[in-house]
Nanobody, 121 residues
């Protein structure tokens, strides 16, 4: 099994910053893409940002220029630096990892438990 543990959510005023962290357990597997998704009440879960094992990144349009995703492959960790936060960024943020076990070749999706980000004006 693969466990993802998130931290870093909280309450912040509009214009402020937060940094989310997510660390995956270690085992007989490798991680391809890692990403962050979010889900606001009444909405579907949506992609925020994704980063490949080689460092290529992709961002959803609403967060471009404000959020930065990064990862530390040695630590099986992914981070999301969120700046210039807006009330519409309020959501539960979930870490995602696309895992390939050593016995391969199928890719499995694993999710963190979610961390609440609330931005007030």
């Amino acid at each position: 099994q693969v466990q993802l543990v998130e931290s870093g959510g909280g309450l912040v005023q509009a214009g402020g910053s937060l940094r989310l962290s997510c660390a995956a357990s270690r085992g007989a597997f490798s991680i391809n893409d890692m990403g962050w998704y979010r889900q606001a009440p009444g909405n579907q879960r949506e992609l925020v940002a994704v980063i490949s094992s080689g460092g290529a990144t992709h961002y959803a349009d609403p967060v471009k220029g404000r959020f930065t995703i990064s990862r530390d492959n040695d630590k099986n960790a992914v981070y999301l630096q969120m700046n210039s936060l807006k009330p519409e960024d309020t959501a539960v943020y979930y870490c995602n990892a696309k895992v390939v076990f050593d016995h391969g070749p199928r890719t499995y999706d694993y999710w963190g438990q979610g961390t609440q980000v609330t931005v007030f004006s």
